[in-house]
T-cell receptor, first 117, second 114 residues
Framework: GAVVSQHPSRVICKSGTSVKIECRSL??????MFWYRQFPKQSLMLMAT?????????EQGVEKDKFLINHASLTLSTLTVTSAHPEDSSFYIC?????????????FGPGTRLTVL | AQSVAQPEDQVNVAEGNPLTVKCTYS??????LFWYVQYPNRGLQFLLK??????LVKGSYGFEAEFNKSQTSFHLKKPSALVSDSALYFC????????????FGGGTRVLVKP
């Protein structure tokens, strides 16, 4: 099956710094990637839809200047958490949509745990 | 607005017994339906999906789910649970006009005891 990777898997940073998370589709091209946020013992909340070659579409309540998304190629999307604060600590998961998969199947990355001190 | 409900926060079952994880949805039209499993500190793994056709869908690791349009349900089942099935299970839906955006249920934690 299709593989999606994320890097880093875990990051600890100081408050006020920026953190970049990469999401890569390893064996397929993904025109669309999605970024989710998951708090402990809670479900995934869609943050934004990342479209290759165009601006990301953010869900209501998600600050686009806080969470910068760049989808520069068909296999890479990045999420940058700018001026991170402790409340940004969370588990961030990306997924990639493979159009040829039939039925809108998304493949998920392993997640990145962000801890802001 | 579409929504997905998983009424049970946790399901406990003895190893070897049948496992059922419930899911109901509320969307307009005919949705695509999915089940995913998540192990601790990991991303989601795809189990199965319903797009069209036979209401009974068979997926990975011996899991299956039945689409019931009249009850708007898509319950996940496994005839004989394993301890290794202990994980967090998510039901998700894509309304056909939603542009591939998944809406997740709240998740159900499954604990299979030896």
């Amino acid at each position: 099956g299709a593989v999606v990777s994320q890097h880093p898997s875990r990051v600890i940073c100081k408050s006020g710094t920026s953190v970049k998370i990469e999401c890569r589709s390893l064996d397929f091209q993904a025109t669309t990637m999605f970024w989710y946020r998951q708090f402990p013992k809670q479900s995934l909340m869609l943050m934004a839809t990342s479209n290759e070659g165009s601006k990301a579409t953010y869900e209501q309540g998600v600050e686009k200047d806080k969470f910068l998304i760049n989808h520069a190629s068909l296999t890479l999307s990045t999420l940058t958490v700018t001026s991170a604060h402790p409340e940004d600590s969370s588990f961030y998961i990306c997924s990639a949509y493979e159009a040829s998969g039939g039925g809108s199947e998304q493949f998920f990355g392993p997640g990145t745990r962000l801890t802001v001190l | 607005a579409q929504s997905v409900a998983q009424p049970e926060d946790q399901v406990n079952v003895a190893e070897g017994n049948p496992l059922t994880v419930k899911c109901t949805y509320s969307v307009s039209g005919n949705p695509y339906l999915f089940w995913y499993v998540q192990y601790p500190n990991r991303g989601l793994q795809f189990l199965l999906k319903y797009i069209t056709g036979d209401n009974l869908v068979k997926g990975s690791y011996g899991f299956e789910a039945e689409f019931n349009k009249s009850q708007t349900s898509f319950h996940l089942k496994k005839p004989s649970a394993l301890v290794s099935d202990s994980a967090l299970y998510f039901c998700a839906v894509i309304p056909k006009a939603a542009g591939n955006k998944l809406t997740f249920g709240g998740g159900t934690r499954v604990l299979v005891k030896p």
